[in-house]
């Protein structure tokens, strides 16, 4: 395994939008959002570099009740999904700059938020190459939106098989999720559940794609 830290690591994204990962490498972004009767929700997605998604996941936990601690716990289930479709060089990105920080510069602080993070370092040498960088939340609409779902829909679920139908919607409004990959995450009229967030119409359970998590 090999983390990369190198200077190009270390350096503030120029663009204020998603950008696909370079050849050979997969792009992992994930989110966090408190909850307002404690706890938190875990959000996240992968995508390859012609912006196909490979997979998709969304955890409510009970605990901690601290948003850096989440994104912390929110990096460490994309990594382990990341490994479950078959990934082996990674970036992964987040808006939470103290944690990309603390991952990118690993130290002795003596936290449980330096503990998530060396358990996240610890995971990724199950990688050939893992790259962590910061993003501003402009880049991470997509993965906010799966973590605000949660208010209509509270199971644990993880995709693998297609893109859920309402990530196709709003994959229209960020770079492509995966252009080529709509065909396989298209429903059939007046299936799944109707669900409403924020005024935007989504689908959900349309095909066997929710299976439940725990989480670690």
């Known amino acids: 395994?090999?983390?990369?830290?190198?200077?190009?690591?270390?350096?503030?994204?120029?663009?204020?939008?998603?950008k696909k990962p370079?050849?050979?490498?997969?792009?992992?972004?994930?989110?966090?959002?408190?909850?307002k009767d404690g706890g938190g929700v875990?959000?996240?997605?992968?995508?390859?570099?012609?912006?196909?998604c490979l997979g998709v996941f969304r955890n409510s936990v009970g605990y901690p009740n601290d948003p850096t601690k989440l994104e912390a716990m929110a990096v460490k289930q994309g990594l382990e999904l990341a490994l479950k479709v078959g990934c082996n060089k990674v970036i992964v990105e987040g808006d939470a700059l103290l944690v990309m920080e603390m991952l990118k510069t690993p130290c002795d602080?003596?936290?449980?938020?330096?503990?998530?993070?060396?358990?996240v370092l610890r995971f990724c040498h199950n990688f050939q190459d893992v790259i962590f960088n910061w993003v501003?939340?402009?880049c991470n609409d997509v993965v906010d939106l799966i973590?605000?779902?949660?208010?209509?829909?509270?199971?644990?679920?993880?995709?693998?098989?297609?893109v859920?139908?309402?990530?196709?919607?709003?994959?229209?409004?960020?770079?492509?999720?995966?252009?080529?990959?709509?065909?396989?995450?298209?429903?059939t009229s007046g299936?799944?559940?109707?669900?409403?967030?924020d005024g935007k119409r989504i689908l959900v359970g349309n095909r066997k794609l929710m299976v439940e998590i725990k989480c670690h």
Request: charged share 20%; proline share 3%.
């Open 1 to 18: 395994m090999i983390l990369c830290s190198s200077e190009s690591n270390r350096e503030h994204p120029t663009s204020l939008e998603w």
């Open 22 to 35: 370079a050849s050979n490498f997969v792009k992992i972004n994930v989110d966090a959002a408190l909850k």
């Open 42 to 52: 875990l959000g996240g997605l992968i995508r390859d570099e012609h912006s196909r």
């Open 109 to 119: 602080q003596a936290s449980s938020l330096n503990a998530l993070c060396r358990d």
């Open 136 to 138: 501003p939340r402009t």
């Open 147 to 162: 973590c605000r779902t949660d208010k209509v829909v509270q199971a644990n679920v993880v995709w693998t098989d297609s």
């Open 164 to 187: 859920p139908f309402y990530l196709s919607e709003a994959s229209s409004e960020q770079t492509s999720i995966g252009e080529s990959h709509c065909s396989t995450c298209s429903a």
């Open 191 to 197: 299936s799944g559940v109707q669900c409403f967030i």
